[in-house]
Nanobody, 125 residues
């Protein structure tokens, strides 16, 4: 599967952005999808994830209550709605896909075989 992330940009603290990730292929509904982010000099970290149906969602504590992950399997799309953005949310955001990720591994970057190219999110105070 090929992934294409978009929707990043620059916003003031308290603002919102919606990231999109378009996937190629006919088996999108079989993939666990997730968003990760990486700030300069930092390791890539889990932001949010959802299993195949999209019914169960998981979040990093730092974004819980502010970010929402969703997916539209019929359109091969996954989204990350980011509200009440903070300067510490500044990073490159990546979407990722994997067929084998399970609850114990969904937060681990090394669980994912497929990655988008990343989209920059910059939040100014």
């Amino acid at each position: 599967v090929q992934l294409q992330a978009s929707g990043g940009g620059s916003v003031q603290a308290g603002g919102s952005l919606r990231l999109s990730c378009a996937a190629s292929g006919r088996t999108f509904s079989r993939y666990t999808m997730a968003w990760f982010r990486q700030a300069p000099g930092e390791e890539r970290e889990f932001v949010a994830g959802t299993f195949r149906s999209g019914g169960n969602t998981y979040y990093a504590d730092s974004v819980k209550g502010r970010f929402t992950i969703s997916r539209r399997n019929a359109e091969n799309m996954v989204f990350l709605q980011m509200n009440n953005l903070k300067p510490e949310d500044t990073a490159v955001y990546y979407c990722a896909a994997d067929m084998s990720a399970i609850l114990s591994t969904i937060r681990r970057p090394d669980s994912y075989d497929y990655w988008g190219q990343g989209t920059q999110v910059t939040v100014s105070s």
